[in-house]
């Protein structure tokens, strides 16, 4: 069954530190995978997707079929970047969501 | 500007009323969803509809039902509220595209008591 795994409910990093927030799925076709993030008092909101192979806010996620894992990365970890941060599985015309990574970055 | 709308942020309700959450589409969008966001879980699909009168089960469909009359409103149906069912609801909505971006309602957080 299609399932997308986040193993850390909380990441804790100082700020310019880096950041990686992993992700792993289990899907037996070709998969389409996406970062999806909410920040306090915000709705939550697409940050990108795997078929753009785009950096955005300095995040960047690449898809790894043999370790079948969409980790998020970031060199150099900034305070507006805590959040919490979902992965997601594109099914059929649903998503598939992980259970979610908080990340805090303190000063 | 994209915009989902839900009708409440806050909800308190009894045990065993029936509760009614709305959301609203400006985007004509096809797509329409319903999710509960609880910690530790994630987000959870409870129904979808890719269509007006068009409804498909979710992974969690039970003690809810849904409707959707007119294309821009989807609405989530509690028959009989339970504690169990205190969470966060999220509404959301895409368009059938390649890329497939889905646009989140604000939430409504719903206190069974």
């Known amino acids: 069954a299609q399932r997308v795994t986040q193993p850390e409910k909380l990441l804790s990093v100082f700020k310019g530190a880096p950041v990686e927030l992993k992700c792993n799925y289990s899907?037996?076709?070709?998969?389409?995978l996406f970062w999806y993030v909410q920040y306090s008092r915000q709705r939550l909101q697409l940050l990108l997707r795997?078929?753009s192979r785009e950096s955005i806010k300095g995040f960047t996620a690449d898809l790894n079929k043999g370790e079948t894992s969409f980790h998020l990365k970031k060199p150099f970890a900034q305070e507006e970047d805590s959040a919490m941060y979902y992965c997601?599985?594109?099914?059929?015309?649903?998503?598939?969501f992980g259970a979610g990574t908080i990340l805090r970055v303190k000063s | 500007d994209v915009k989902v709308t839900q009708s409440s942020r806050y909800l308190v309700k009894r045990t065993g009323e029936k509760v009614f959450l709305e959301c609203v589409q400006d985007?004509?969008?096809?797509?329409m969803f319903w999710y509960r966001q609880d910690p530790g879980l994630g987000l959870r699909l409870i129904y979808f509809?890719?269509?007006?009168?068009?409804?498909e089960k979710g992974d969690i469909p039970e003690g809810y039902s849904v409707s959707r009359e007119k294309k821009e409103r989807f609405s989530l149906i509690l028959e009989s509220a339970s504690t169990n069912q205190t969470s966060m609801y999220l509404c959301?909505?895409?368009?059938?595209?390649?890329?497939?971006?889905?646009?989140f309602g604000p939430g409504t957080r719903l206190t069974v008591t």
């Open positions: 959301a909505s895409s368009r059938n595209a390649v890329g497939y971006e889905q646009y």
């Open positions: 509809s890719y269509d007006v009168k068009m409804k």
């Open positions: 899907y037996s076709g070709s998969p389409e």
């Open positions: 795997h078929i």
């Open positions: 997601a599985l594109l099914y059929g015309n649903k998503l598939v």
């Open positions: 985007m004509d969008h096809e797509n």
